[in-house]
């Protein structure tokens, strides 16, 4: 990462510390399988959470078939309703035996696919359980989110995936639920700035890293990677 300009140093360090860290971030929330470096243009890349949460280890990762994530974690298609979460969270607990507080981690299509099915009416004779939302409309404004749901078998706090970093940029389906105790980064490099020899055109650093996402047990995870 490049900064130039004595005045604009601090502020280009800042902007290439945040965009080193959107980059983990898209690491992390990607379906990548890990790689080691071979001597010729293959780098060490660890792999991300799409990838650790697979019932059959598809992309290699070295997870014990005891250890996956079952099926029953993982939604593949169709709407995502109050029996969709309640079945994933159920299977979390069955592996785990803990009524976990999770951390769903859902890109753009799969946020308003929640508040549709769960907090939505379209005027249809099947729904059953219609949410009520009472509002002061003196305040114009009508809140209309899903920002945590509680089944018998644990908590999910729904939070906005980056879209940046989401693994399918084309449908913005895709969510995760973390286990957070159950998550670690390991660094091998400290994030740090370096500044440059000044040449003659301004200042110049880079800022650089290195890590690897670990999740400890993969069976407290689980995964929406398509939605109808």
Not at 24 to 47: H, L, M, Q, W
Not at 193 to 212: P, T, W
Request: charged fraction near 20%; include cysteine.
């Amino acid at each position: 990462m490049e900064s130039v300009g004595p005045a604009g140093d601090s502020e280009a360090e800042s902007k290439a510390l945040m965009e080193v860290k959107r980059n983990i971030e898209a690491t992390f929330c990607s379906a990548n399988a890990k790689s080691a470096e071979d001597g010729a243009g293959t780098p060490y890349k660890t792999a991300g959470l799409g990838a650790w949460i697979d019932a059959t280890d598809s992309q290699s990762c070295g997870i014990p078939a005891q250890y996956r994530t079952p099926s029953t974690s993982i939604h593949t298609t169709g709407d995502v309703t109050e029996t969709v979460m309640n079945n994933i969270l159920t299977s979390i607990y069955r592996k785990s035996g803990v009524a976990q507080d999770l951390t769903l981690v859902a890109d753009t299509a799969l946020r308003n696919e929640i508040v549709e099915g769960m907090a939505r009416a379209e005027g249809s004779s099947s729904n059953s359980k219609v949410y009520s939302i009472n509002e002061d409309m003196t305040k114009k404004k009508i809140t209309y989110n899903v920002t945590m749901f509680e089944g018998p078998q644990g908590m999910v706090s729904i939070i906005n995936m980056n879209p940046d970093c989401a693994p399918d940029t084309t449908n913005a389906d895709t969510g995760y639920f973390i286990n957070p105790s159950k998550l670690a980064y390991y660094e091998l490099l400290p994030m740090g700035s370096i500044k440059l020899e000044n040449q003659g055109g301004g200042s110049r650093g880079f800022v650089d890293c290195a890590g690897a996402l670990a999740v400890k047990h993969p069976q407290a995870f689980g995964k929406i990677t398509a939605i109808a």
